[in-house]
């Protein structure tokens, strides 16, 4: 039973952005409720797979929820949808909010049937601007919120992308907490409200809260930039035999990092590693000379001397070593569950931790449609009824030739 048992999620996300969200939702207890469109969410056919719709980055975005498709161009999908929102405490959708209201399911109209619902988007622009309309994706996002012009001045003018869905992780992180707010406010009001997460906003916010800098003033102190993060050579340190990730950062770091290594007179003979603010100053020579240093031990023997000195350092590892670290290990942070339809796979585990109300993923990542009629039944629609939906093309089958327990729960 996790923090959020009892608060029912309506779920129209697609991809990354908003399946990342509602499944950390649904892995804090909440009942999450997939809807689909007949062809399925697209993440379903990202990445390898054993079994047709079932890919690997859907099954890593959308554990902890039950499927549902319904074919919302039609009437009757629409008015199953309303009707599930009737109970609802949230509804969750990621794409532009002129679609929704082309679906006739804009917040007025879903606050019709529900007053008390939190009607949360996360799409790509705030809608009171002139890209309120545009659509959005993760690699335009981080070109407007300055992310690969920061790798171009650390990467001899070349500007890359972050190789990851940062902005669409990001951004539902950040829209994990706007809908939590949102329910303490409806708690003390009993009215919901509409909640509007933009990813343009959202990373720029993120990223210049490191990077505005000198802009900050007006007039400028400087034209923006960490010096400490855009120095070259703030990378992972080369060894004898691979890398090291080592973060020499206060006063004492440095005295016992210097001890450490035979020299403990560094610090005052060389005026550039003598204070913080001395060691920010000249920080791409400092980097540079730390670059110089490491390349004269292996990463095991450094990695020993920086525990045995209290200095912060981390292996560098890769996606298959980072399976082995022993801290991991030790929590049981990766395990291997039994997915009825996939067979075995490997699950992370969900990071934080409440002393009595446990978030545990109880439900699997669904096949499309697995759980329709069951939640219909929930809202009391007969038989009859999902006879004639499914008939009439509004409620999805789900892919035939899996078998799979009915529940879809985990052991």
């Known amino acids: ?240 035999d691979g890398h090291v990730c080592a973060l020499i950062y206060t006063d004492g770091h440095w005295r016992r990092f210097f001890a450490a290594i035979g020299r403990p007179d560094m610090p005052e003979a060389d005026p550039r590693f003598r204070s913080f603010s001395a060691r920010m100053a000249n920080i791409d020579a400092v980097y540079a000379e730390l670059g110089d240093i490491f390349l004269t031990r292996t990463t095991a023997e450094w990695l020993a001397l920086l525990e045995e000195a209290d200095v912060p350092a981390m292996p560098m590892y890769d996606f298959e070593g980072v399976l082995q670290d022993p801290h991991l290990v030790a929590t049981g942070f990766f395990h291997m569950v039994d997915h009825p339809s996939e067979g075995e796979i490997r699950q992370m585990a969900v990071p934080a931790t409440w002393s009595r109300t446990r978030a545990e993923p109880e439900r699997y990542a669904p096949r499309q449609g697995e759980h329709g009629e069951e939640i219909l039944r929930e809202i009391g629609v007969d038989e009859a009824e999902i006879a004639r939906l499914r008939e009439a093309g509004v409620l999805g089958r789900v892919e035939p030739g899996v078998d799979a327990p009915a529940h879809g729960k985990q052991a």
Not at 21 to 36: C, H, P, R, S, Y
Not at 83 to 107: F, I, K, T
Not at 194 to 211: A, K, Q, W
Request: proline share 7%.
């Open 1 to 240: 039973m996790g923090p959020l048992s009892g608060i029912r999620i309506v779920d129209m996300t697609t991809v990354l952005m908003g399946p990342y969200a509602t499944q950390m939702l649904g892995d804090f207890g909440a009942d999450v409720i997939k809807v689909e469109a007949p062809d399925g969410d697209v993440a379903r056919q990202i990445g390898p797979a054993r079994h047709e719709g079932m890919g690997a980055l859907f099954l890593n975005a959308n554990r902890s929820k039950r499927s549902i498709t319904l074919d919302l161009k039609k009437p009757e999908g629409r008015a199953a949808l309303l009707r599930l929102c009737e109970s609802a405490d949230v509804l969750v959708y990621n794409v532009r909010p002129q679609a929704m209201s082309r679906l006739g399911l804009s917040y007025e109209e879903v606050a019709a049937v529900n007053p008390k619902i939190v009607y949360a988007g996360l799409f790509g622009y705030g809608q009171n601007g002139p890209y309120a309309a545009r659509p959005a994706y993760d690699d335009l996002i981080q070109g407007g919120a300055t992310l690969p012009y920061l790798f171009s001045r650390v990467n001899d003018g070349k500007p890359r992308y972050v190789p990851q869905a940062i902005a669409d992780r990001v951004v539902g992180l950040v829209g994990v907490n706007a809908i939590l707010a949102a329910l303490v406010e409806r708690d003390r009001s009993g009215v919901g409200q509409r909640v509007d997460i933009p990813m343009f906003e959202t990373m720029v916010s993120f990223v210049l809260g490191d990077h505005l800098s000198g802009l900050t003033f007006e007039p400028p102190l400087d034209k923006g930039g960490y010096a400490r993060q855009l120095s070259p050579d703030r990378r992972p340190y080369q060894t004898k």
